[in-house]
């Protein structure tokens, strides 16, 4: 998708990058970027979706929105979320408090304190059990649990909801080119099966991206980077 949003005045539109001229008039209150064909605008109060031509597809009537992800979006009705396909027909109704978008296949969501998760049905796949949660990323979550005796501590569960990983990382991000960035003091990376394949040894670090990470030790009061 060759346009991207901006501003002019107090209003939203898109320009073309290669022509460089306005290709949707500013007639919106904040715009998005195009994923998925649609981009998620907002006219007064409600949002809505666009095509490339600047025509709603899905009407600005809803109280919150996220764009398209796995052909479904988010969308919040009534204070409750749910999810719309690209027709604007509801598949999953109006539940949650809280909820994100899909990613391999499965939704966060929350359900009083708890995090779980849902198939594209609306069916809870691994019920809300977690303090903590993320999306699946290269098929597993990061999660998170609070203990009697101590803070949060980060492992991974698959899609069944088992944990593959223990939790017992102070800080901890998603899976990336296989391996994964957790801390108990300093920075190291893990595999798939929990074992570390790059020993714990940096300050600071980065995920994976293309092959390479960024890393960072602190040698008296500067910073060393790599």
């Not at 290269?138 to 803070?151: F, M, P, Q, T």
């Not at 920075?187 to 980065?206: A, E, H, L, M």
Request: some cysteine; charged content about 25%; aromatic content about 16%.
């Amino acid at each position: 998708m060759n346009l991207i949003p901006v501003k002019q005045g107090f209003r939203y539109g898109y320009v073309d990058i290669f022509s460089k001229t306005i290709a949707i008039k500013p007639l919106f209150d904040s715009a998005s970027h195009f994923i998925e064909e649609f981009a998620k605008v907002k006219d007064g109060v409600r949002y809505g979706f666009i095509n490339e031509r600047g025509h709603y597809v899905i009407e600005p009537k809803y109280e919150d929105a996220s764009n398209f992800s796995e052909g479904l979006a988010k969308v919040r009705i009534d204070r409750k979320y749910g999810y719309v396909d690209k027709s604007g027909k509801v598949v999953i109704q109006p539940q949650f408090v809280a909820c994100d978008d899909f990613k391999e296949g499965l939704a966060k969501i929350k359900d009083g304190d708890k995090y779980g998760y849902i198939n594209k049905s609306g069916k809870v796949i691994i019920q809300p059990q977690f303090d903590i949660a993320e999306n699946f990323s290269e098929d597993l979550a990061l999660i998170g649990l609070s203990g009697k005796y101590y803070g949060w501590k980060y492992g991974y569960i698959d899609k069944t909801g088992n944990i593959v990983i223990q939790p017992q990382y102070d800080v901890a991000k998603s899976f990336k080119e296989g391996v994964a960035l957790v801390s108990n003091g300093l920075w190291g990376f893990i595999d798939k099966k929990g074992k570390f394949v790059i020993k714990p040894q940096y300050n600071y670090s980065d995920s994976f991206s293309g092959g390479l990470a960024v890393v960072g030790n602190k040698n008296n009061f500067e910073w060393l980077y790599g």
